[in-house]
């Protein structure tokens, strides 16, 4: 291999740690997400080229960043992973495929097809039915404890709802700023000569990984539950061997769960439903940058498993870039 290959990787792993930094630790993006996975994109390429390059610390091989020393830590018991991406059809049949061949089947697969919402995930767990703690996704195996910030989002219920509840629930999803909120907290904050948040999802990562629980009480966050991690359930109403069906579930404690979720067969309607968002994403009230494509299957989920940063089950079908370099530098940034 050329020295010129060696030398590209290196700078593309440095460029992506720095703009990596910048996105998940300062909550201070400098570049727009499609820069960021152009670059990403093309190491990618790189290391499937040359294998032998491929080493453990890549940005292809993790996920997320670090936790912040200030805030206490929490190890994921389940890993909190990323997502592979889709950017067209093309893509997404050769994901199909790959499933199919693995699985050593010609069935067509059931889907649940949900919004990519664009926030950060983070893991809620419940003993009892009781909110005990709650994490930020971290570098996927240690997360910053926000307890007391997520407390304080209306949306999430500090006690679920039934007499029937796991031991222990461990909920994961999405916490994000509605775009109502997040125009209303700018508006506010130009006109008192304040700061502004550069877009919805720098917003809820700044709002929720505050020290002081009342800024982040202040903040117009949301929460929408779109998996389930680490349980101890002894009620056999998690037993379904169907990803929605368990999200239904979660819904019925009391847990909000994105109404614009649905399950579909095969890999058409999983389009046609990528497409139907697409068209609607003007018109929904909260940011998404894409469609999440999830086999819905547990046990075909279980069987496919993980690669190093994603799950094999499901795919990240980003929309086409919206965001434009000149809106992120003209704007300051507030953590
Ligand atoms: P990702 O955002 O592409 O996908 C994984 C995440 O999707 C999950 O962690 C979860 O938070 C979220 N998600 C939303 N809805 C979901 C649903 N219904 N089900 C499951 N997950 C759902 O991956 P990532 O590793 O978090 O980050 C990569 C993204 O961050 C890329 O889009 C990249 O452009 C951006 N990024 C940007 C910069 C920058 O400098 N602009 C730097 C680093 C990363």
Known sequence: MSQSVLQQVQQLRQQLEQYSYQYYVLDEPTVPDAQYDTLYRQLQQIE???PELITADSPTQRVGAAPLSKFGQVAHTIPMLSLDNAFDAAEFHAFCKRMADRLDTVQAFSFCCEPKLDGLAVSIRYENGVLVQAATRGDGYTGEDITSNVRTIRAVPLKLKGDKVPAVLEVRGE????LAGFNAMNEKARQSGEKIFANPRNAAAGSLRQLD?????QRP????AYAVGAIDDATGLLDSQSHYQRLMQLKDWGLP????IRLVSGAEAALDYYQDILQRRASLSYEIDGVVIKVADLAQQQALGFVARAPRWAIAFKFPAQEMLTTLLDVEFQV
């Open 257 to 260: 769960v994105c109404p614009e």
């Open 48 to 50: 499937q080229e040359n």
């Open 213 to 217: 629980p009342k800024i982040s009480a």
């Open 175 to 178: 916490v994000f700023m509605p």
């Open 221 to 224: 966050l949301m929460f929408y």
